[in-house]
């Protein structure tokens, strides 16, 4: 009988056990959840750390900036939900801000890319002009036997006539050191360049032949003839 009892003690025991067992590692789980959720409200008063050092003066005073609003608001009694709203609000008006800006820098990157395309083709644009006027200034003169060439530096914004006369006679630097038919005709020649590159609704040349002789003049009133005749079938 004592032995009867025993068993019957032992197993009211290790049911006891069991269950005190059971109720151990309930309680080993609420404390784990529950440290998890301190570890990640600890996480979220720590906040994200910023790589930005700073003076202690500086430190200091946030904090002290910060006390003070935290007190006034402990003082107007705002609620939570409250602090929330608004916290909501200002990061939605940031968000807001920040695609604004961002769009800005995209417009800013597009502006300053076709600008500098635009750079480019005026660059392009000036070269080819100058490099036409020049060419055209040197077919009109050998028409008369004559060589000159227009330099075009727009480093130093600057346009350098060199002309000569028949057979290299005469080099200048200028038309004013030619004869007066040369001159003229040269004239005729850096105007008429001038007007390949420039369109214009009309153009008008008075007394342009006053120092030439028969054969330049002939030649000029040609040239302006068949420049007539290609302007009016470009427009």
Known sequence: ??????????????????????????????????????????QVAK???IDNPRDKAVIDSLVAQHKRAMNSL???SVSRE?????????????LRIQGLLDKLQEYIGRI??????????????????????GIHFMA???TR???????????????????????GSRSASSAASLSGG???YTTVAFITSLWECVELPFYFMDEFDVFMDDMNRKIAVTLLLDMAARLSGRQ
């Open 74 to 76: 402990m003082q107007m």
């Open 112 to 133: 300053e890319k076709t600008a500098a395309d635009h750079l480019q083709y005026c660059f392009k644009l000036k070269n080819d002009i100058g490099r036409h006027i």
């Open 82 to 94: 409250e602090v929330e709203a608004k916290r909501a609000e200002a990061e939605r008006s940031y």
């Open 47 to 49: 906040g994200t750390r």
């Open 140 to 142: 009109t003169l050998i």
């Open 182 to 184: 040369e001159r003229s």
């Open 1 to 42: 009988m004592k032995i009867e009892r025993g068993v019957a003690d032992r197993r009211s025991l290790q049911r006891g056990l069991e269950d005190e067992r059971k109720k151990l590692d309930r309680v080993k789980e609420i404390l784990s959840s529950k440290e998890e959720a301190v570890a990640a409200r600890i």
């Open 145 to 167: 036997g004559y060589n000159g060439q227009i330099v075009v530096d727009h480093m130093k914004d600057t346009l350098e006539l060199r002309v000569s006369g028949r057979e």
